[in-house]
């Protein structure tokens, strides 16, 4: 069983106190003199406010970070009793939707209101970034806010939510966990002959029932000594004797995701599929063991690289071998050549290294980890060095 005890729901006004205070400075050095977010991550994080009405994309929804101060909501009406619950006190609302000005005029007001310094506001424009707005409501904003530029806030976005706090942490680490162990106890429920589908319920009841929120993410795949992808499936494919099954999950508590994956042997597999799972679950020890503060994530990727390479690695096809972890499945940094981030402590990553070993077929190991002051702790459950046995 898990032994740490699950965080509660929601978070004291004094994290969102720090995470403003955190961003405005961060404003204030990139000469931002607001921020204007509108994607459902970037609100929930600076104002804990959460709803599943984000599976609607009707309304647009907007929330103003000044220079000074606290963020300024401009919502639509349905969102504003909800958003008034939080430690957001400043709520303007419209009764959307209104297709002709959906808050448009509304949010102009509010930005054209607000002190300028420097005369440029920061938006979702940015790698890993997406309004949640029309583009056309965009550019009718820019026009209705002569004199302020609104360029990329992505930067500033990213490096305020790239350290993660003790609080947060314990979220991560908690689903971690928890996925960790429905991950091992997986072997129990399915055997030979099992639809990746069944597997796959079977999976999400048992997450489920150990306190997970949500599973967002759990692809499986399945074939002859190893896959070819990790990002599709279930589909409806019998396990065989000679398969190798992949499952990888991004599970959520609070609103913080786990993401990693696992391997099981159907029966008996290759010679050549049981040395490179040894060897990508060699490069994953190495990458965990070169992830500390003062490196770079582009010295994690070579620490896997180079355990890979002397194992005679044809490719990885993912591009990348980790990444930052928090709000969403996949955060920046990339831990692949050229990403020159400093790793400090409370960044959450994974370390995935993956490598093809015959005919497009591949081993992807993963596990999350949060750099600390001296080094890194592992916040899942180690994978076992050799694949568990499905019979």
């Known amino acids: 069983m898990i032994d740490i005890l699950p965080p509660g729901h929601g978070f004291y006004q004094s994290e969102f106190e720090a995470r403003i205070s955190r961003a405005q400075r961060i404003m204030r050095e990139r000469e931002l003199d607001a921020l204007l977010l509108t994607s459902p991550h970037n609100i929930r994080y600076v104002t804990g406010f959460e709803t599943q009405f984000w599976e609607s994309p009707t309304r647009p929804w907007f929330i103003v970070v000044p220079a000074e101060g606290k963020p300024v909501a401009v919502i639509p009406e349905i969102g504003a009793p909800q958003m008034a619950a939080t430690w957001i006190d400043d709520v303007h609302a419209w009764p959307a ?46 026009e209705a806010l002569p004199g302020l530029e609104i360029g990329d806030g992505s930067p500033c976005i990213w490096e305020a939510r790239r350290v993660k706090s003790a609080a947060e942490i314990e979220r991560i680490r908690f689903v971690c966990q928890l996925a960790s162990e429905a991950y091992e106890n997986l072997t129990n429920l399915i055997s030979t002959g099992e639809n990746l589908r069944d597997v796959c319920r079977k999976l999400t009841i048992d997450l489920l029932q150990r306190g997970a929120d949500a599973v967002p993410f759990l692809p499986a ?44 042997a159907v029966g008996d597999v290759s010679d050549a ?119």
């Open 97 to 142: 939707p209104q297709p002709a000005d959906d808050g448009t005029s509304l949010l102009a007001s509010v930005l054209a209101q607000l002190p300028r310094r420097f005369g440029r506001m920061g938006a979702e424009l940015g790698r890993e970034m997406a309004l949640r707005m029309p583009v056309m409501q965009f550019l009718d904003l820019r």
């Open 221 to 264: 795949i399945a074939g002859s000594d190893g896959v070819k992808q990790i990002v599709c499936g279930p589909q409806d494919k019998d396990l065989e004797a000679g398969d190798i099954m992949f499952i990888d999950t991004g599970t959520t508590y609070d609103g913080y995701f786990c993401d990693f994956d696992r391997n099981w």
């Open 273 to 391: 599929a049981n040395r490179a799972n040894a060897a990508v679950w060699d490069a994953t020890e190495a990458g965990i063991a070169a992830a500390r503060p003062g490196v770079t994530v582009e010295d994690v990727w070579r620490a896997q690289s180079v355990v890979l390479e002397a194992a005679g690695s044809l490719g990885n096809n993912v591009g990348r071998m980790g990444h930052g972890l928090g709000m969403a499945l996949t955060e920046p940094p990339s831990n692949m050549p050229g990403d020159n981030t400093m790793l400090e402590p409370g960044v959450v990553l994974t370390i995935e290294p993956g490598m093809e070993f015959a005919d497009g077929r591949m081993i992807v190991h993963e596990e999350n980890i949060v750099i600390t002051e001296d080094g890194c702790e592992l916040l899942t459950k180690r994978a076992p060095r050799e694949m568990w046995r499905i019979d």
